[in-house]
C-alpha cells in the first residue's frame, strides 16, 4: 500500500505560506457572480431555513442565490462554499500544486464568518478527509488535538466527530494570520475560533480520490 504522504507529514503549520490567496474583494466578486452561488455550493451553518426568492424571466438556474441575501446572510451565520477550485486563477493554481504534491483530487471550501457572537456550528470535530487551511483575511485560532483511533467510517454522517469534548490540550494552539498555513490530517480533531471576521480556503484531500484517476482541468485560458 502506498503511504499516505499528508498522514506522514501530521499536523504542521506555516506562517504566511500561502499569501493573497483570496481577499475580500475577489470574494465580492464571487458572490457577484450569481450563477456561482448555486444552493448545492452555498453551505448554510447551523441554518435550515428555506429560502425563496423571484427570479425575471432570462433567469437559467432559479436555484442561484441572490447576492443581496448571501450578504445578508454572511453578516449572521457561518457559510462555506463548495466546488469553488476554479473560482480564481490564484485558487485554482494553488489547488494544482496541492494535486501535484499529494496525487489526490482536491477542491477548495470558501469559509466566510463576519459574526464573531456565533460559536462554530461543528464545535471540536475531525473530519474524514485530509485539509490544508489556508487563512485569507482576519484572524482564527485554530486548536488541533492528536488523532482519533479507531474511526469507525460507517458511522460517519451521524455526528460521531463533531461537538467533541476534549479531555487533553490540543497539540498545536495557533493564532492562524492572513496568508498563514496549517495542515490538519483526518481524524484529528480540531476546533477554529474566529477572532475577527474572517475568510479562509480549506483544500479537502480524500484518501480515495487518486489524480491518476481522473483530474480537474487546471488549465487557466486566457483570450
Ligand atoms: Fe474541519
Not at 484531500?205 to 484517476?213: F, G, I, M, R, W
Amino acid at each position: 500500500m502506498k503511504t499516505d504522504l499528508f498522514l506522514s507529514e501530521g499536523v504542521k503549520f506555516k506562517k504566511n505560506y500561502k499569501p493573497d490567496l483570496l481577499s475580500w474583494n475577489e470574494m465580492a466578486n464571487i458572490i457577484n457572480t450569481r450563477p456561482l452561488m448555486n444552493d448545492k455550493r452555498v453551505k448554510l451553518l447551523g441554518n435550515n431555513k428555506r429560502y425563496e426568492w423571484l427570479c425575471t424571466k432570462w433567469t437559467k438556474d432559479p436555484n442561484c442565490f441572490p447576492p443581496s441575501l448571501i450578504k445578508k446572510l454572511i453578516d449572521n451565520i457561518m457559510i462555506y462554499f463548495v466546488d469553488m477550485s476554479r473560482a480564481t486563477e490564484k485558487i485554482n493554481d494553488f489547488a494544482k500544486h496541492i494535486e501535484d504534491d499529494y496525487g489526490k483530487q482536491t477542491d477548495a471550501h470558501i469559509y466566510v464568518c463576519r459574526n464573531l457572537k456565533i460559536k462554530h456550528h461543528f464545535g471540536v470535530h475531525y473530519d474524514f478527509n485530509h485539509n490544508l487551511i489556508v487563512q485569507c483575511e482576519g484572524k482564527t485560532n485554530f486548536k488541533v488535538w492528536d488523532e482519533v483511533k479507531n474511526v469507525d467510517r460507517n458511522l460517519k454522517g451521524i455526528g460521531i466527530n463533531t461537538r467533541l469534548e476534549m479531555e487533553v490540550e490540543p497539540i498545536m494552539d495557533v493564532d492562524m494570520e492572513s496568508g498563514d498555513a496549517i495542515w490538519i490530517p483526518k481524524h484529528f480533531p480540531h476546533l477554529a475560533t474566529s477572532l475577527t471576521p474572517r475568510l479562509s480556503v480549506s483544500f479537502p484531500l480524500s484518501e480515495y480520490s487518486d489524480t491518476n484517476l481522473i483530474r480537474e482541468d487546471r488549465t487557466w485560458i486566457t483570450l
